[in-house]
């Protein structure tokens, strides 16, 4: 496994063909990880990233209950996951079902697992898709990163053409 | 994302279990082919196998040393890979990045002074 060098960069392993795991550790607590990564005003702050802005987050946290984020994109479409939570432990692991609508056959289940390493918190992400297809089609998606590279490109062609 | 045979794509050739074992093994540096044996826990003529494909398309090289082979691994083979996850780990960076300011906050409601109160 890649060790971590750095503490700001994410790490993503593949470690079967069906998996993709996302590590990084955190300068704080394992409980404030937990709650910036379940609690709806504050996922709208992290998950789009630098690719846009968060319009929508649903959390209903229990066994069963459902989880849908929406974004939209710089490029300016809108991009969104869904999925059901199967096992919460709180402060310590989350299994989910996750959905991209833009390609729903491809059903992953992820694990988030929390934790303490000398103070600080461990945070890793394990993504188990059914298929090789499904799994290099979520990396692909980049997520919307491969979409946007794609418009790019599509934008370098038109301009061309121009 | 369009496929080559597996002896040409080096894509594919890490995609067999044993052969990403063998990658991940050479990470941390050159091996003979007993070490890669005795490593894997797997016959030596199915550790060969997979070190041909894995030489075919440019993932590992092999150089004789006395009476042994020592297999090593090609970064640049490997670089298409990467290129492909990076996009993708792009993104979580900027997630966490965020994240981290966040946690800052939450941190400094809690603790008050938001420094390094790692208890």
Redesign the interface.
Known sequence: MVQMTTTNSAVVTLPTATQILITREFDAPRHLVYRAYTTPDLIRRWWAGERGEVTSVEVDLRPGGVWRYVMVASAGFEVAFHGEYKEIIPNERIVATEVFEGMPDAAALTTATLADKDGRTVLSVLVEHSSQEHRDAHINSGMEGGMQESMNKLEQVALSLA | ?ARAATTTDAFNAV?E?RR?EIV?AL?NGQRSVNELVTALGVPQPLVSKHLRVLREVGVVTVREDGRQRLYRLNGTALKPIYD??K??????????????????E??ET?YGDGS?D??
């Open positions: 994302m995609a279990p990403r991940a990470a492909w996850v996009d993708f780990e792009d993104l979580w960076s900027e997630r966490f990045t965020r994240m981290d300011v966040v946690l800052a939450l941190k809690e390094d790692d208890d």
